[in-house]
C-alpha cells in the first residue's frame, strides 16, 4: 500500500514565459507552479510547446521574459550542468543513452554531477576516489533493484527493446538522486503492460523517494490516473490548469483536443 503522500509548499515557479524560435512563438507568457512532492503533468496537443517548457526548466533553452524561481532562488542564465548540481534530472522524449554501453555504465553516468573526485584520481583508483566510486556503485545497484533490470544490467543497452530503454533512462535519472525529476513521454511508444509498469515506477519513486515530478504525456487514463495537477498548452499558450477533472471539464480545453487526433 501506498504511503499517504504530503503535498508540500511551492518549489518552482514559472512567471510569465515567453521563448521564440526567430518567428516560432513556442511559448507565451506561461506562469505555472510546482509543489514539493507532487506529480505535475504537462499535457497538450503536439507542438503545444511542452517539451520547450521542460527544455526550459532543464536550463537548456533560455526564455527571452521571464522568471524562474527554484527553491526560493531566482535563477540567472542557468546552463543545464548547473541546473543538474541542484537537483533536477530528466529523460528526453528520444530516448538519449549510449547505445553501446552496458545499462550499468549507462546508469553510472546519472552519478556525474555527484562526483568530487577529479578524473585522473578516478583513473588511478586511488583513495577517496576508490571509496567514493565505491558509494557511487552503492547507489546504482539500488536504482537497480528498485526498477527491477538486474537481469539486463550487462546488456548493451542497443540490444533492449524500447519499453526497458526507457526504464533505463529512468534509472540513468534516478541515479542523480534528483528532488526534482523530469520525465518527457515516459510511456511513449510503450505497449499496455511497459505502460502500467512505467506508472507503477513513476508512482513509486514519487512515494518512496518523495521526488516530486513534472511529467509529459499524451495517454489521458494516466494523467488522470497519476498526477496531482495537470497544466494544458495549446500552441504555446497555457489553456488550463488544475486537477485532472478540473482540467478534463474546461472547455477550452476540450475545444482544443476535439481539434486535434489525441
Ligand atoms: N530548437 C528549436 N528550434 C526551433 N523551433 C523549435 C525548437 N524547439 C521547439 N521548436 C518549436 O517550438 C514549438 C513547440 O515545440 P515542442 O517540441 O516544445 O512541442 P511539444 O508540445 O513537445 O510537441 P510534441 O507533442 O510533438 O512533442 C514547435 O513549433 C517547434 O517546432
Ligand atoms: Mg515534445
Redesign the pocket.
Known amino acids: 500500500m501506498s504511503k499517504q503522500r504530503q503535498i508540500g509548499e511551492v518549489i518552482l515557479n514559472l512567471q510569465n514565459i515567453s521563448l521564440a524560435?526567430g518567428g516560432?512563438k513556442?511559448l507565451t507568457d506561461i506562469s505555472f507552479d510546482v509543489k514539493e512532492h507532487e506529480i505535475r503533468a504537462i499535457i497538450?496537443p503536439?507542438?503545444?510547446?511542452?517539451?520547450?517548457m521542460l527544455n526550459v526548466i532543464n536550463g537548456v533553452y533560455h526564455p527571452q521574459q521571464g522568471d524562474i524561481t527554484f527553491r526560493g532562488e531566482k535563477r540567472h542564465a542557468m546552463n543545464p550542468t548547473r541546473v543538474a548540481h541542484q537537483g533536477i534530472a530528466r529523460t528526453f522524449?528520444n530516448i538519449a543513452l549510449f547505445k553501446g554501453m552496458t545499462v550499468l555504465d549507462n546508469i553510472m553516468t546519472g552519478r556525474n554531477t555527484r562526483m568530487k573526485s577529479g578524473l585522473l584520481s578516478h583513473a588511478l583508483w586511488w583513495g577517496p576516489a576508490r571509496n567514493e566510486e565505491i558509494a557511487h556503485r552503492k547507489r546504482v545497484e539500488e536504482v537497480i533493484d528498485f526498477l527491477e533490470i538486474q537481469h539486463i544490467r550487462k546488456t548493451p543497452v542497443g540490444r533492449l527493446p524500447y519499453g526497458l530503454q526507457k526504464r533505463v533512462e529512468l534509472a540513468r535519472a534516478l541515479a542523480a538522486e534528483p528532488s526534482l525529476l523530469l520525465l518527457d513521454e515516459p510511456m511513449a511508444g510503450m505497449n499496455v503492460e511497459e505502460k502500467q509498469d512505467m506508472c507503477r515506477f513513476v508512482l513509486d519513486v514519487n512515494d518512496q523517494f518523495g521526488t516530486t515530478i513534472v511529467l509529459i504525456e499524451h495517454d489521458m487514463g494516466v494523467v488522470m490516473d497519476i498526477s496531482d495537477r495537470v497544466v494544458v498548452?495549446d500552441y504555446?499558450k497555457k489553456i488550463g490548469d488544475g486537477t485532472p477533472d478540473e482540467v478534463m471539464a474546461n472547455p477550452d480545453v476540450i475545444k482544443a483536443y476535439l481539434g486535434t487526433s489525441h
Do not use: D, P, R
Request: proline share 0%.
Open positions: 524560435f516560432v513556442a497538450g503536439n507542438g503545444a510547446g511542452k517539451s520547450s522524449q498548452l504555446g
